[in-house]
């Protein structure tokens, strides 16, 4: 089955405690992005990969790292999450640009 | 600053009958426009969406139309159904980056 797949679902943690957010898709897409809910202010982005080795800052990336080093995985790695970064996170993936974003399921962090 | 505008957060309407949802924009330079719909403790699924060239897009019982002159995009339900109920995301797109707005949550009522 197509799919994108975020671990973990839910992660409750501390503030300036490292964590990582991983994000895996087999389709074979080219484009994966990070993007964080937050009520009243939709779908934010904050960083997208157009291929392996490649990516870029979207609109709210301080505070966040990204890597891609394989086509099908692009973790989201918070180094001192504070607690402005409790929010739902979404990782997508795209085969272009044109083509429609298909989304994980989430993952609700609580940094307290 | 908000690009891609969702100004009603929530929406009812009657099974049945139609169901609108406006989303407007800023950026002339946006060239795709898309709907998505999201289900509670789900990602975002893709709907429908439309290039900038065009006015309209049908698929089934939605279709998507942008004005331009006015940067609105509207989503067009006809009949809506309750497990149309979700919110519904406007997102656009150039420069490699999405843009979403903020989200109406639809709800259908029997």
């Known amino acids: 089955e197509a799919q994108v797949t975020q671990n973990p679902r839910y992660l409750i943690t501390v503030t300036g405690k490292k964590l990582t957010v991983t994000c895996s898709q087999n389709m074979n897409h080219e484009y994966m992005s990070w993007y964080r809910q937050d009520p009243g202010l939709g779908l934010r982005q904050i960083y997208y990969?157009?291929?392996?080795?490649?990516?870029d800052k979207g609109d709210v990336p301080e505070g966040y790292k990204v890597s891609r080093k394989e086509k099908r995985n692009f973790p989201l790695i918070l180094e001192s999450p504070s607690p402005n970064q409790t929010s739902l996170y979404f990782c997508?993936?795209?085969?272009?640009?044109?083509?429609?974003?298909?989304f994980g399921n989430g993952t609700r962090l609580t940094v307290t | 600053d908000q690009q891609v505008k969702q100004n009603s957060p929530s929406l009812s309407v009657q099974e049945g009958r139609i169901s609108i949802l406006n989303c407007d924009y800023t950026n002339s330079m946006f060239d795709y426009f898309l709907w998505y719909k999201k289900y509670p403790a789900e990602g975002p699924t893709f709907l429908i969406s439309i290039s900038s060239i065009k006015d309209k897009n049908e698929d089934g019982r939605f279709t998507v139309f942008l004005n331009k002159s006015a940067k609105h995009l509207s989503l067009h339900i006809v009949p809506s159904q309750p497990g149309d109920s979700a919110v519904y995301f406007c997102a656009a797109y150039t420069g490699n980056q999405f843009y979403f707005g903020t989200g109406t949550s639809l709800t259908v009522i029997p």
């Open positions: 990969s157009m291929n392996v080795e490649v990516t």
């Open positions: 997508a993936s795209s085969s272009g640009l044109f083509p429609p974003l298909h």
